[in-house]
């Protein structure tokens, strides 16, 4: 048994090697990789007809994944008022999932998510500053990282890309400043330890007008929380030489905080910008100016190891109030891989790149 996996793992480590020559070959080396040390990378992943949810996840960890998001709206778990008997219970299921995977967590409460309010219907009607509504919040959350007791937690966010829904709303954002403060107040006292955010885009964070909603949440946090898909106004893909320099504004943006680029991913869809080839250079190049900042990106969470279906695309553009085909191209060709589990150019680079970082196990 033991020369077995042996010979396995010498297997892995020489298709990863040589799949690292080919991806030299393909993209000019401009700077050495750097070892990843206290790095983390994540690998978000589905479940589609042809892969097992268990068989995504080794695949993300034998691509280098270290850890994995878990997503749990606040809707999800206050069920009832005071209540909370989510069905089914995430959080109950990634307890008993991920550790024996090895895989850590970034827990994502959802408070706003993106266009949604996700509060329970029964504190719509209720200031974002109500003291019941920040009481009520903090027991559906602390009740979601209790049931994550064996899981080791790298990070909590209090919302996904609060700015979007924010922005348009002004009249909501002092009070849910009010809030967002808080519930990291009560999170500092119950898990001194572990680091709290709020995720925003990355056009948020970076945009010139003041005040920006998205910069004020994050004040007072341990981390700066990003989402960043390279895309203009028309949902066309950025040039990569342009998009990486994003990275650079952001490090210039929050020079006192760690940052977490909670999700990161690039299109792959010819009508979205640069196809396939963009795809896969956009992966070499986020690696390769990731490594300038390796002391102050601690983490990055590439979006999605697989395709989701082209149902599963219109659905979701739909959910964003979008039906245009760039976008619902954009959301439908995030992958590395496709949806069928062929390798696109980005799967075979992603690799190579994060085995020269020591990321893979």
């Known amino acids: ?13 020489l298709c990863l090697i040589f799949v690292t020559m080919a991806a030299s070959q393909t993209h000019a080396q401009t700077e050495p990789p750097v ?16 892969q097992s949810y268990g068989n995504a996840m080794d695949a993300s960890i034998e691509a280098g994944s270290d850890y994995i998001e878990l997503v749990v709206g606040w809707d999800d778990v206050e069920t009832a008022p005071g209540a909370h008997n989510p069905r089914p219970d995430f959080a109950q299921l990634a307890n008993g999932t991920f550790p024996a995977y090895g895989l850590k967590v970034a827990l994502s409460f959802l408070t706003f998510d993106t266009v949604s309010d996700r509060r329970p219907a029964w504190h719509q009607n209720a200031s974002w500053d109500d003291p019941e509504v920040i009481e009520a919040a903090w027991r559906a959350l602390n ?3 209790i049931r994550l007791r064996d899981a080791e937690l790298i990070s ?12 348009t709303q002004p009249a909501q954002q002092a009070a849910y400043l009010v809030f967002i403060r808080a519930l990291k107040v009560r999170m500092a006292a119950a898990y001194p330890t572990l680091p709290v955010g709020v995720k925003v885009t990355a056009a948020g964070a970076l945009a010139l007008e ?21 895309l203009d106004a028309e949902m066309k893909t950025q040039p990569i030489d342009v998009a990486v320099t994003v990275l650079d504004r952001l490090v ?18 010819p009508a979205c910008g640069d196809g396939p080839e963009g795809q896969a250079d956009f992966v070499y190049q986020v690696f390769q100016r990731w490594d300038r900042y390796a ?16 149902d599963e695309a219109a659905n979701l553009a739909g959910a964003y109030g979008s039906d ?29 790149v994060a085995f020269e970082r020591g990321f893979t196990r």
């Open 1 to 13: 048994m033991i020369r077995r996996l042996g010979l396995a793992c010498l297997t892995m480590a």
């Open 35 to 50: 070892h990843r040390g206290d790095r983390l990378l994540g690998l978000a992943i589905i479940e589609t007809k042809t």
């Open 143 to 145: 009740r979601t990282i």
């Open 156 to 167: 909590v966010s209090l919302g996904n890309e609060v700015d979007v829904l924010l922005t």
């Open 210 to 230: 003041e005040p920006v909603i998205a910069r004020q949440v994050t004040e007072g946090m341990d981390l700066a929380m990003i989402t960043y898909y390279p």
């Open 252 to 269: 210039g943006t929050f020079p006192d905080q760690p940052i977490h680029l909670a999700e990161i991913g690039y299109p792959s869809d």
């Open 295 to 310: 002391d102050r990106i601690k983490a990055m969470n590439w979006v999605w190891q697989t395709d989701i279906g082209p």
């Open 324 to 352: 245009a085909p760039c976008f619902v191209g954009f959301l439908g060709s995030l992958g590395l891989r496709n949806h069928d589990l062929s390798e696109k150019s980005a799967w075979p680079v992603f690799r190579a």
